[in-house]
């Protein structure tokens, strides 16, 4: 059996009960925590608490400013970074296009060397032709020209041929015929006089030396009929007249450059003198604050210096 004195009083029951936090209870006061107020008041007196609290706001304040500044920075870079890119592909496109161009041009420009290098054979076939109907020319002149100098009547020709059947065979040594060359070639006709006859060999004779010497194309022989170019066709497509012309590709000295007042050579000094220099127009904005008294990016205040609202969190 329990003695009755070590039973706790009606008072001391109820305090037990009250020191109790029951779990639907959310906030616990802070004097039922045993030391706790003297912990938090040892750790800051309120005005500093105050400052504490006042410097955070201002420090979250400045650091929303910056975000917010950065955030439309980055926003202004993306959308130059776009623009970049837009421009970017759209000159890539261009120079695809001229990609294309530049290789339509090579293949224009193989089929035309094909086409001029057909020429040159073909020039140089017809010139062959051209040589050999020459020589062939050569020949027939040389045979003309034996044939009409030829006095042992290559042709047979007999007196009755040329209508001196009737002429006595007597030696002719000493006759000397008279005769006038006739105005126009016109056939022989028999019984005729031997002056008539003989004007007529006459202007045979000379049409026909005449005809033999003839470099003028007598004939009337067309380019067509002797497979050769038209003596009016050029190469003006192809070539350019001839003469002395610098390559494609070349360079030149200083000395073979004429200057102007638009043009003129810079000195190795005058371009180290320009590139030291700012442009005509420019700015420091991104780069420099307008000039004044600052203080450091990282300084400290007194609490004296500090002004505001007063902190009342603790």
Known sequence: MVPSWKYPTEEQFA?????????????IPVIQVE??????NSKYVASEGHELERQHIELKGD???????????????????EDLETENERQQTEIDS????????????????KEISA???????????????????????????MHVSDTDNPHRVNKSQVGLGNVPNVATNDQTPTYTMAPSL???????????????????VSSLISHISSRD???????????????????????QPKGNYAPATHTHTAAQVNEDASHRFVTDAEKSAWNSKAGG???HDSTYQPKGNYAPATHTHTAAQVTGTRHTGL
């Open 15 to 27: 305090d037990w009960l009250d020191s109790y936090v029951h779990k639907e209870e959310s906030i």
């Open 35 to 40: 030391g706790l107020a003297e912990q938090l």
């Open 63 to 81: 650091y929303e400013t910056h975000k917010k500044t950065s955030d439309e920075r980055f926003d202004n870079i993306s959308g130059c970074i």
């Open 98 to 113: 001229l990609n294309a161009e530049v290789e339509v041009i090579h293949t224009k420009d193989s089929s035309q060397d």
């Open 119 to 145: 020429l040159h054979d073909t020039d140089r076939d017809q010139q062959m032709s051209i040589d050999s109907l020459d020589g062939r020319a050569d020949t027939l002149e040389l045979g003309i020209r």
């Open 186 to 204: 016109t056939d022989l006709s028999s019984g005729e006089k031997l002056s008539s006859a003989f004007g007529k060999l006459m202007k045979a």
């Open 217 to 239: 194309n007598p004939h009337q022989v067309t380019a067509t009929q002797v497979g050769a170019s038209p003596s009016g066709h050029n190469h003006d497509s192809t070539y």
């Open 281 to 283: 127009s420019h700015n």
